[in-house]
């Protein structure tokens, strides 16, 4: 199970495909203890994925820019802050 070491996440960043556990069930855990959570996933295959990302999550194509990073965040926190 993931641990929260920390006081308060606001946001994950996490890839979608990575071993033992995907992002999107990372994502599921850590929203169980953090309902306010807002994930950014990453990945290179993302055809397939966007009816599979769970509620909360903005996606965000590899290879990116640290612009398009940034403003997957600011989408991320956004969506967080009106919804």
Known sequence: RPK???G???LLLTDVRM???DGP???????????TLRTVYMSGFTAN????????GVLLDK???????????AQ???VRQTG
């Open 49 to 56: 994925l966007l009816s599979g990302l769970r509620e909360g």
């Open 8 to 10: 308060e996440v606001d």
């Open 63 to 73: 290879p990116f820019t640290r612009e398009q990073l940034l403003v997957a965040v």
């Open 76 to 78: 991320a926190l956004r």
């Open 25 to 35: 069930t990372l994502a599921a855990e850590l929203r169980k203890r953090v309902p």
């Open 4 to 6: 929260i070491v920390c």
């Open 19 to 21: 071993a033992p556990m």
